[in-house]
């Protein structure tokens, strides 16, 4: 049972236009989100996070949306530049839970110059 | 500074090898993690360290054996591992405001440990 689920396994966006990532997730325990960035062979980067209280954070060029209602969250990346090509991970953290994240499977973003 | 050192970064053994991860952070944190992620896939839990004591082992198997010698420093120990243990591991630190419960707290991951068993 996939609790958070990242649908497109990858996104080709031209250099300079938005780019938007999906994630949706089934369960309503989760309180926190967060989207880590990773390059192949290195360790996941912490992007940008969003506590459930809140339906939008912003850091810089990325933007992250909450729509509590359709359980589903989005990273939006404006302008987009050739060093965001990496894949990118959608992860929730539940409540009762201690120490937990729920991963989603990644979505590799490939940057079009 | 959220940084998270990983020694060393590429580690090939074999079978009947003993080896050992070592982690290192700086940033006060409470809670620490070993991750082990293979390619194309997110990373799978193994071990939580929280105030130096084993909070979480995610049934992994005994030929791994973490180790927290103090707040800053992580290990994990390898003998006799298995070719399908090759991965890239991961090892993530979070501040753990205490009282077993995160309270919407962040991980932050090291680079990572490239491990290949022949």
């Known amino acids: 049972d996939q609790q958070v689920k990242q649908n497109s396994p990858s996104l080709s966006v031209q250099e300079g236009r938005i780019s938007i990532l999906n994630c949706d997730y089934t369960?309503?325990?989760?309180?926190?989100f967060l989207w880590y960035k990773k390059y192949p062979a290195e360790g996941p980067t912490f992007l940008i996070s969003i506590s459930s209280i809140k339906d939008k954070n912003e850091d810089g060029r990325f933007t992250v949306f909450l729509n509590k209602s359709a359980k589903h969250l989005s990273l939006h990346i404006v302008p987009s530049q050739p060093g965001d090509s990496a894949v990118y991970f959608c992860a929730a953290s539940p409540m009762d839970s201690n120490y937990q994240l729920i991963w989603g499977a990644g979505t590799k973003l490939i940057i079009k110059p | 500074d959220t940084e998270v050192t990983q020694t060393p970064k590429h580690l090939v053994m074999g079978m009947t090898n003993k080896k050992s991860l070592k982690c290192e952070q700086h940033m006060g944190h409470r809670a620490m993690y070993w991750y082990k992620q293979k390619a194309k896939k997110p990373p799978e839990l193994m071990f939580v360290?929280?105030?130096?004591?084993?909070?979480i082992n995610e049934s992994v198997p005994s030929r791994f054996s973490p180790e927290c010698p103090n707040s800053s420093l992580l290990n994990l120990h390898l003998h006799a591992l298995q070719p399908e243990d090759s991965a890239l591991y991961l090892c993530?630190?979070?501040?753990?405001?205490?009282?077993?419960?995160?309270?919407?707290?962040?991980?932050?991951f090291g680079p990572g440990t490239r491990l290949l068993v022949l």
């Open positions: 369960n309503s325990m989760f309180d926190y």
């Open positions: 993530a630190s979070s501040q753990d405001r205490g009282g077993g419960r995160t309270n919407q707290e962040t991980q932050y």
């Open positions: 360290y929280s105030y130096e004591k084993l909070s």
